[in-house]
């Protein structure tokens, strides 16, 4: 069954045309990433996708229902890029906050804890308030957050942006790890185009509002004779990525 | 080496619109707030200068010298209104009801004291309708003349010059509270305390509103800046319930801090009125009749506490500050939601503040009894005027008739807000009115 059906999405904001019909499709359990320069509308179309925003034409099913609603929401986790935390309480506190959120106060919730506590990894910080985290351990809680409600479905904007190449490394082998372990389908976005090689078995190239390529990344590299996503990407805008 | 240093902080600084927008409205607030005073003031000052003066004469003397005073009186200009004996409600009602301010009372024994030169003692019963810090009473004039007159009486046919005569006249001044049927020692002026409290917990109920209002407007902003609202509204909650969890939390917070004030408030109320009391030791029933105001240690009459600000007014306010509190923290989230970051929240909660301010100072500084009844009526509206005209009037003048009224406009217009800024919270409506935000205003775009 398929997790994501994108179909000719168009998004304009007053006059720009951030979207101009994006399509594309996700399989469950997959790791699909879309990438794309800064400005693809790679944020809208997660946006779309999670709800938050209305597309201006085409459409959007996850999961087989229209985005947005809230049983939908129990089951699909977002993660904004650059996304904050809540400088005067503790990583502990989101968590228990958020599986409660979703839990109530049951068993349930005391596992999404224990397993939020296991994915952001930061042991005895986990107490501390987050204004004393560095940015990597924001993002651990962050993705620990989206994951631990075990997800059908997790929408990650660039989960790596900002962070350093050990840091990064470290949320790209949580995402991976966790992901295969609760069977999650992953949407991943990010203009890193070689980390994505690293985590994701299928990607969407988008440029200007518009998918110019999708497809398997081993197939893709075969396909342009490239050593890299970014190649390939170079090759099919024709080296005017901006 | 420091100078173009100097230019560029400087350039910098007059650039930035958080720094510009607050010397620009407090360039704008201090002469609005004079034009604001000066109208007061100037209906105030008019009031005492022009006009007969009118004088109410209660002659319990009943001699030639007392007429002889009434008469003297009317030479100069003042019309006298005399007085039948009565209770003190009836007398002031009369007077008041006749365009006299002050009643002169004149005791037994007047014309004799002064054929044996003895010092002269005179009640003075002023009839206000409101305490204020700006009215100018006209017993002080009306005293002046009397101390004229009984100077030259004292000395006529000595070849004396009635100015060498100090003191010949004693009076004691008393208040009465036509509004409330009060009745309070000393004159109006010389409550100051009560006066002051008319300016002072307007403002105090103000500056809780709007720092209701930052707080919450930064607390909204900051979710935006951090792009946890992003988060938030995605997990498996409506959005009015995040609204409301916000909203309640700024609410708790100002509760705290208004439970806080109000318990001040009373204690300010209780201290003054224990002062009065001190003054006045002794008998505390309030006087009744006229000849309770002439009984030695007169001045032991008293108004009690309740009598002045009645437990309905507490209540009443208590009510109104609860729902300019709620008002306030939507309008906070409002401000917070619009704004990208917290300094163009900031900067935003300025002019909104000034907003608040100018109607507050109609509240301290102008007659309630002046006020147009429109402007009355709107201050009592809106929820965050009401709490302070609500305070002033309460203890100053008179409650209106239609309060409950106004309590319920006020709550409408509170849960208008509330649905209204539970509309706004969606990143599609906020991402398009910041960007109209940013279109109107290119200063305040994110750098």
Not at chain 2, 188 to 214: C, F, H, K, R, W
Request: hydrophobic share 50%; proline share 5%; charged share 20%.
């Amino acid at each position: 069954m398929r997790a994501v059906q994108v179909s000719n999405l168009v998004k304009d904001f007053g006059t720009f045309r951030a979207l101009k019909g994006v399509s594309f499709e996700v399989e469950e359990g997959e790791v699909f990433g879309l990438i794309g320069p800064n400005g693809a509308g790679k944020t809208t179309t997660f946006r779309i996708i999670v709800g938050l925003l209305t597309p201006t034409a085409g459409e959007v099913k996850v999961l087989g229902r229209k985005p947005g609603d809230l049983e939908l929401k129990k089951v699909v986790s977002y993660l904004p890029e650059d996304a904050g935390t809540y400088k005067n309480i503790t990583g502990y506190e989101l968590l228990k906050i958020v599986a409660e959120l979703y839990f109530g106060k049951s068993r349930e919730a005391e596992e999404a804890l224990e397993l939020g506590l296991r994915i952001a990894g930061l042991g005895g910080k986990i107490h501390e308030k987050m204004k004393n985290y560095s940015k990597g351990m924001k993002r651990r809680v962050q993705i620990a957050r989206a994951l631990m409600v075990k997800p059908k479905v997790a929408v990650l904007d660039e989960p790596t942006a900002g962070l350093d190449v050990i840091q990064a490394k470290e949320v790209r082998e949580v995402v991976k790890k966790y992901s295969a372990e609760l069977g999650t389908t992953v949407l991943v976005s990010s203009h890193n185009m070689l980390e994505v090689e690293d985590l994701c078995g299928r990607v969407a190239m988008i440029h200007g509002g518009v998918v110019v390529k999708e497809g398997f990344v081993s197939d893709l590299l075969k396909e342009y004779g490239a050593r890299n996503l970014e190649e390939v990407f170079f090759q099919v805008v024709g080296g005017g990525a901006r | 080496m420091i100078k173009p240093l100097v230019e560029k902080e400087v350039k910098d600084l007059l650039r930035d619109p958080r720094i510009i927008v607050p010397f620009i409205l407090g360039a704008l607030l201090l002469p609005l707030l004079g034009f604001v005073i000066s109208i007061s003031m100037r209906a105030a000052v008019e009031q005492a200068v022009t006009g007969t003066q009118v004088i109410g004469l209660l002659d319990l003397d009943g001699t030639p010298t007392s007429a002889e005073l009434a008469a003297w009186l009317e030479q100069r200009g003042v019309s006298v209104v005399r007085l039948a004996e009565g209770s003190l409600d009836s007398l002031a009602e009369e007077a008041a009801g006749r365009g006299a301010e002050v009643v002169v009372i004149i005791p037994r024994g007047f014309g004799e004291a002064i054929s044996q030169r003895r010092p002269v003692n005179l009640t003075f019963l002023n009839v206000v309708e409101e305490l204020s810090l700006l009215g100018v009473s006209k017993a002080v004039v009306s005293a002046s003349l009397i101390e004229e007159y009984v100077s030259a009486a004292m000395l006529r046919g000595t070849g004396i010059s009635p100015s060498v005569v100090r003191n010949p006249v004693r009076v004691a001044q008393y208040t009465f509270l036509t509004s409330k049927g009060v009745q309070l020692p000393g004159d109006p002026e010389s409550l100051v305390g009560l006066s002051l409290s008319v300016m002072l917990i307007p403002l105090i109920v103000v500056m809780l509103a709007l720092t209701t209002m930052q707080m919450s407007a930064t607390s909204m902003a900051v979710e935006n800046e951090e792009r946890t609202l992003e988060t938030l509204l995605t997990l498996p909650v409506p959005a009015t319930h995040i609204l409301l969890a916000k909203l309640l939390a700024m609410f708790v917070v100002a509760l705290l801090g208004s439970v806080l004030q109000l318990a001040g408030m009373v204690a300010y109320f209780l201290l003054l009125m224990s002062q009065l009391v001190q003054m006045s030791p002794g008998q505390q029933a309030p006087a009744t009749g006229v000849s309770d105001l002439l009984a030695p240690g007169a001045s032991t009459f008293l108004a009690a506490p309740a009598q002045l600000v009645s437990p309905q007014g507490l209540g009443a306010l208590a009510v109104s500050l609860l729902l300019s509190l709620f008002f306030c923290a939507a309008l906070g989230v409002v401000v917070g939601a619009l704004s990208k970051d917290v300094r163009i929240a900031s900067t935003m909660v300025s002019p909104l503040a000034t907003l608040f301010i100018v109607p507050i100072f109609l509240v301290v500084y102008m007659s309630s009894k002046a006020m147009n009844p429109l402007l009355r009526a709107a201050l009592y509206i809106l929820p965050f005027t009401q709490p302070a005209i609500l305070s002033k009037e309460m203890i100053a003048y008179t409650l209106p008739p239609e309060l409950p009224v106004y309590l319920t406009a006020s709550l409408a217009l509170t849960l208008l807000m509330v649905y209204l800024t539970s509309r706004l919270l969606s990143i599609e409506t906020l991402s398009r009115l910041q960007r109209s935000i940013s279109t109107i205003a290119p200063s305040l775009k994110r750098k």
